[in-house]
């Protein structure tokens, strides 16, 4: 410790005009910081997903009543889910498609599992605002494409769940799913 | 702040005196909005619409917190509840309509308390501290009208929620865990109900907090007034009790007359029938629409239906909602004209009385479906709302003549009622 020569009413100052007061208003103040930031994080966690909500349970889903052409609706994580088991037809026309031309770029058998093609497995959660696009029931408005049509603000799917008009940015998400017998998927 | 010539505070009753030595509250009352407040004395009807803010705040808060005596929050039972508050509760038919179109009718007086200051330029030096507290209020407002929608959980209050914390979920990267942390699941549902139900307790609160500040900031100048001629003298002014007082309670009989006409003859006219139909996660309404009082801003959300750049179309309409109320916080520094009412500014008139009709295209647009030609109209509609303040206010300020301004708020007064003579000269303040 330097000795002090010059006067100074606190008499805490060193040579170089820092005191000694200084580094304990810094030490005093980080410290408060610190702590601030530390009371203030379970404030901002205790919002996060709490432990029942995240304890998610895998869906399991009978295909077995399912014909061609048909969907169903179900729930995955509290969401809604659509199983659609496409026609020829409908798979020819998601075929058809250049997929590099598209605004989320993916083909049909990106999106389905390898040799079961005609299985879609979506959310049915419309990517632009998170309303449930029409189409998985009988009589419901497909949209021109086809596939899901949201009704809240225009969204159009294709018959592979990829967004093709309307506002939405991506395709309808494909959650992660596998087939436990010829007639039953897991999701999740 | 007061003018030098305000009514003194002189309590004569000693009970008074004691309570003015020890906490001057009385005092501070009878500066505020008492006769100690003078106010220029050409105040119109438009100035009645503040007040009104307040009584509709009152309102709110009253009803709201007898609303929650029977409110169950939990998404089990939220929407029985509310239905029972109905049938069952003594008057609870009364307090739930009482709240629901009270929520309406804050909102048309505090539109039309923000279009009485921008016709008036109340928002310019010296009072653009009561302007941006203002805009404060309102954001608090909206926050907290969206959050009493939901909490009736009904078919809209599940998709509004759904669609309006979607709108966080547009921010890349960080978007989804904010959305994800606002409804404390990965879509609405209990924890989701709570939270708003316990912000919607509070926020009145925090808005009845700002409110002070307004008023605060306010009487640090004094009241604009019609002519936006500053105060000059005594004469310019009249205390606000007994006159503003009554004419006040003259704009509140109206106001309440046209709330009760509504509250009791036509309760659910501006409600949606979707609403008495209980929360359902897998079946969207056909026509999401939020509240009326979210029309202009919703229509401006849906009006980008295309990707610019890199930036897709679902965050440019969500950037551009908000920056359309973002845009009023720069609005004193916009409009650079140093005349403040828009009576003496012959351009800015026209295009004023052009935005207004704007926005009523857009509160049309924003509650109409999502297709042609209404996209198509909101697109338009929505490029000239931004237009108004970004290009079009900055350029009137410059090039615009106005026309000549009265002396004096008093002489205005007098020229009004053909009286022009010696008393018209303006004495200064000191």
């Known amino acids: 410790m330097a000795i002090v020569e010059h006067t100074d009413s606190t008499g805490l100052s060193g040579d170089d005009g820092v005191r000694r007061r200084d580094f304990i208003n810094i030490a005093a103040v980080s410290f408060a910081g610190v702590g601030a930031v530390a009371v203030v994080l379970p404030l901002i966690d205790q919002m996060n997903p709490s432990a029942d909500v995240l304890a998610l349970a895998s869906t399991e889903v009978d295909l077995s009543a399912i014909q061609p052409g048909q969907a169903i609706k179900t729930t995955f994580r509290s969401q809604p889910l659509f199983v659609r088991q496409l026609t020829e037809k409908e798979i020819a026309e998601a075929d058809k498609v250049d997929a590099s031309t598209l605004r989320d770029p993916q083909t049909l058998e990106e999106r389905t599992v390898d040799g079961k093609k005609q299985w879609l497995v979506t959310m049915g959660v419309c990517t632009h605002l998170g309303c449930v696009p029409l189409g998985a029931g009988e009589g419901e408005n497909k949209g021109e494409y086809g596939g899901y049509f949201c009704p809240c603000h225009g969204s159009s799917y294709d018959t592979a769940a990829r967004i093709r008009k309307g506002p939405a940015p991506k395709n309808l998400e494909v959650p992660k799913f596998s087939f436990t017998s010829d007639t039953a998927i897991l999701v999740g | ?430």
């Open chain 2, 1 to 430: 702040m007061s003018f030098p010539w305000a009514e003194q505070y002189t309590p004569k009753n000693p009970v008074m005196v004691w309570i003015d030595e020890k906490l001057p509250l009385p005092r501070l009352a009878y500066n505020a909005v008492g006769a100690g407040y003078p106010v220029p004395r050409n105040l119109n009807y438009f100035w009645n619409f503040g007040v009104l803010a307040g009584l509709a705040l009152m309102i709110q808060i009253v009803t709201g917190v007898i609303m929650a005596m029977h409110y169950g929050a939990n998404d089990l039972v939220a929407f029985s509840t509310v239905e029972q508050t109905m049938r069952d509760v003594n008057a609870g038919w009364l307090m739930r309509y009482a709240h629901a179109n009270g929520a309406s009718f804050f909102f048309i007086v505090v539109y039309l308390h923000i279009f009485r200051g921008l016709y008036f330029g109340s928002y310019k030096a010296p009072r653009e501290m009561v302007w941006l507290l203002g805009l404060v209020i309102f954001l608090l407002m909206m926050a907290t009208a969206f959050m009493g929608y939901v909490l009736p959980w009904g078919q809209m209050s599940y998709w509004g929620a759904k669609v309006i914390t979607g709108l966080f979920g547009a921010i890349p990267v960080v978007g989804e865990p904010i959305q994800t942390w606002l409804l404390g699941g990965f879509a609405p549902g209990n924890a989701s109900l709570n939270r708003f139900f316990s912000l919607h307790f509070l926020l009145p609160f925090v808005i009845a907090g700002v409110i002070i500040l307004h008023i605060w900031a306010l009487h640090i100048p004094g009241s604009s007034n019609p002519t936006g001629v500053e105060v000059k003298g005594p004469q310019d002014t009249v205390p606000f009790h007994p006159y503003y007082t009554a004419k006040d309670g003259f704009g509140a009989g109206v106001f309440l007359i046209a709330f009760c006409a509504l509250l009791f003859f036509a309760p659910n006219f501006l409600g949606h029938p979707d609403n008495y139909i209980e929360a359902n996660p897998l079946s969207t309404p056909a026509h999401i629409v939020p509240e009326w009082y979210f029309w202009p801003f919703y229509a401006i959300l849906r009006a980008f239906t295309v990707d610019f750049f890199f930036v897709p179309a679902k965050l440019l309409g969500v950037l551009a909602m908000f920056a359309s109320i973002l845009l009023l916080f720069f609005l004193p520094w916009l409009d650079t004209s140093p005349v403040r009412s828009g009576k003496y500014r012959p351009t800015f008139n026209k295009f004023f009385w052009i935005l207004v009709i704007d926005v009523l295209i857009l509160g049309w647009l924003g509650g109409a479906p999502a297709e042609e030609p209404f996209v198509m109209m909101s697109q338009v509609a929505a490029a000239y709302y931004f237009a108004h303040f970004l290009i079009i206010l900055p350029l009137i300020s410059r090039f615009e003549k106005p026309l000549p301004l009265p002396g004096s708020i008093t002489e205005a007064v007098l020229a009004k009622y053909g009286k022009t003579d010696g008393a018209t000269v303006a004495v200064p303040a000191e």
